[in-house]
């Protein structure tokens, strides 16, 4: 179907009915089959009277948040047309997102400037997790759209640090037609902001007693979209090493923080009844942090578990800068290279510092500076101090590009996580090293709410449509397009082992 541009202007012209309630409204966001479905049947124009002011695709983990995700499900499908509605419990993002965007391309060589149209005002909505929403991010940054979608996240998980971060909240949301309208209605109007991507390579010398390899909760292969192991054939491999990559929206965390969610991870496997909903797995949280001794004085004092005995802090603070090694302070027993100002629940661990600079001085977190900020903590009683008003974490750094470095240490082994996904990492017996490379990759649109806590470099103030470009420096340039790419619409799959029901 082709629709001419004489028409075209009248149609995106029209007037539409701005209630929340009614078909009227519904027209805002519905797509006709056709543009969505290759060889679907052609539908009239009578049938579509107007452009779409905010056409959508929506992604849900229908296991999700206990019989949310698939309440959200039923009720999206009700309102909106159920090709445009999608369980990714079903299907892929990546195999969803590629044959759409075939089809659009193809109705735009046939000159079907409708679909033009829908193709330049979509926007997605992901509902699930932090680890979900970490997903649908990773495949739109993989796929290089030339308009990327910007993406709405609806807080489904336990943490909901990345919706919190861009004022979606964080409790889990209504399933009736009229929540789901009114969360519609916020979409429409939310603006556009850039966000960075981080990649993380880890690489470890073959070991010669035991393996060194991730071990995932109940020493299950961990979710592939968060981290995977590349192949011997890969471009990164290096012969005689184990190679690891993955990649990051919010935050990547060693130590405390991660032990206590990985018990957290390890726990709901072993009795799925007991995590129902958001306030149950929570309370089972703050347990396990108190069961782990975190809190106790014994464990504050003791150094085995202190990050400085077992690993070594390079950084390059700006992009063309050198490596330097910077100095852990001797008591943290928790990192957090963080990219977003929520973490935990909706805490800042950097806070926020003047926004002016002086001699070295910190400044303001910014979600789309290319910079990562490294905050460090002690024990469980350190980070209540996020509780306070002006509360923060030990700040460390801000810094383009991290790298640690670990080596044998009186413990053989520490814990790490990815947006909520964590793993046991052994550490070296002998006098190999384990590293961990973080570093700034590229950045995708995500949308914010006017009470978005999250500043762009651009326009601290305010949630901004006009974020940084994204990078594409020097010294990235001679890196393979393997290495480019955040791990999502080749590399970044769930396998079909894995139970998406485990995924936050």
């Known amino acids: 179907m082709v629709i001419g541009s004489h028409l075209l202007g009248s149609i995106v012209g029209g007037k539409m009915a701005h209630s929340n309630s009614g078909e009227d409204f519904l027209k ?42 698939g309440d959200l499900l039923v009720t999206y499908r009700s309102l909106l047309n159920e090709t445009q509605v999608f369980d990714l419990g079903e299907e892929t993002p990546d195999k969803v997102l590629s044959r759409i965007y075939a089809n659009l391309e193809k109705l735009k060589q046939n000159g079907d400037e409708f679909a033009t149209k829908i193709q330049e005002k979509l926007r997605i909505i992901v509902a699930g997790g932090d680890g979900t929403a970490g997903w649908l991010l990773g495949v ?13 996240t609806v807080p489904l998980g336990t943490g909901n640090n990345l919706p919190f971060a861009f004022g979606w909240g964080k409790k889990n949301p209504g399933t009736d037609p009229q929540s789901v309208k009114s969360f519609m209605n916020e979409v429409k109007k939310a603006k556009e902001m850039k966000i960075d991507s981080w990649h993380l390579l880890m690489r470890m010398k073959t070991p010669k007693d035991g393996p060194l390899d991730p071990i995932a909760p109940l020493e299950l292969p961990h979710s592939l979209h968060a981290f995977g192991r590349v192949s011997d054939t890969n471009e990164m491999s290096v012969e005689g090493c184990h190679t690891f990559r993955g990649g990051f929206w919010n935050y990547f965390s060693m130590g405390m923080d991660a032990q206590v969610s990985y018990a ?8 799925p009844e007991k995590f129902k909903n958001q306030f149950s797995n929570q309370s089972t949280y703050a347990k396990i942090t108190r069961s782990q001794g975190w809190f106790s004085s014994s464990l504050s004092q003791s150094s085995s578990r202190n990050i400085n005995q077992f690993a070594k802090l390079m950084i390059m603070k700006n ?35 003047s926004r002016r600079r002086h001699n070295g001085e910190f400044t303001p977190p910014y979600v789309d500076d290319g910079r990562i900020e490294v905050v460090g903590f002690r024990d469980a009683w350190h980070g209540l101090v996020l509780l306070a008003p002006k509360g923060h974490g030990t700040r460390l750094t801000q810094a383009h590009r991290i790298r640690f470095l670990f080596h044998k240490g009186a413990i053989d082994h520490t814990y790490m996580r990815i947006d909520g996904e964590p793993w046991k990492q052994p550490l070296p017996v002998d006098d190999e090293t384990v590293m961990v ?21 651009n326009n601290p103030v305010s949630p901004s449509s006009h974020g940084a470009d994204e990078e594409d420096s020097d010294e990235e340039a001679h890196e ?7 791990g999502a619409a080749d590399t970044f799959k769930l396998p079909e082992e894995i139970d998406i029901s485990q995924l936050s």
């Open 28 to 69: 805002n966001f519905k797509i006709p089959k056709y543009v969505l479905v290759p060889k679907s049947e052609s539908e009239s124009v009578p049938n579509v009277p107007v452009v779409p002011e905010c056409p959508v695709l929506v992604f849900i983990n229908s296991r999700s948040g206990g019989q949310l995700g």
């Open 140 to 152: 739109v940054s993989d796929l290089k759209l030339s308009h990327s979608p910007p993406i709405a």
């Open 264 to 271: 957290f991870h390890t726990e709901r496997k072993l009795h």
């Open 319 to 353: 992009h063309g800068g050198h490596w330097e090694e910077l100095q852990i302070p001797p008591s943290i027993k928790s990192i957090v290279c963080l990219n977003l100002p929520s973490f935990s629940g909706g805490f800042n661990p950097w806070g926020m510092p």
């Open 437 to 457: 490379e973080i570093s700034h990759l590229r950045q995708v649109n995500i949308l914010a709410t006017h009470g978005c806590r999250s500043k762009s470099i």
């Open 480 to 486: 393979s397009a393997e290495y480019r790419k955040f």
